[in-house]
């Protein structure tokens, strides 16, 4: 009996997705410290990618909780691929989204 409770847990634990119920919080300044490197192709200064990850961290605190639960988990995972992670990343995941 204890072995059919652990297997159901155990096969029903993979439908479950950690759901944060605030905002992530990243590091800005790892977010930004290739920024302006002519390596990205980018050439945008550093202080224009702080500026940028800043208001999108203000944007996500006060915008998370009109995103559904799944779609914001889905974003930050995929915020921190290819690199480190991006407030800008995940606000724009999030927009994109809610406008399918």
């Known amino acids: 009996m204890v072995i059919a409770g652990l297997v ?38 550093n202080q224009a990618c702080r500026d940028d990850e800043s208001k999108a961290a203000v944007d996500l ?3 998370w909780a009109k995103y559904p639960p799944v779609q914001r988990a889905t974003c930050v995972e995929g915020a921190g691929l290819g690199g480190p992670p991006s407030y800008v990343q995940v606000l724009t995941c999030l927009e994109m989204a809610a406008h399918k």
């Open 61 to 63: 605190q006060q915008q």
């Open 8 to 45: 159901a847990i155990s096969l029903s634990s993979g439908m479950v997705l950690p759901v944060a119920d605030r905002p992530p919080r990243f590091s800005i300044e790892q977010a930004c410290r290739h920024a302006g490197e002519p390596v990205t192709g980018v050439g945008r200064p």
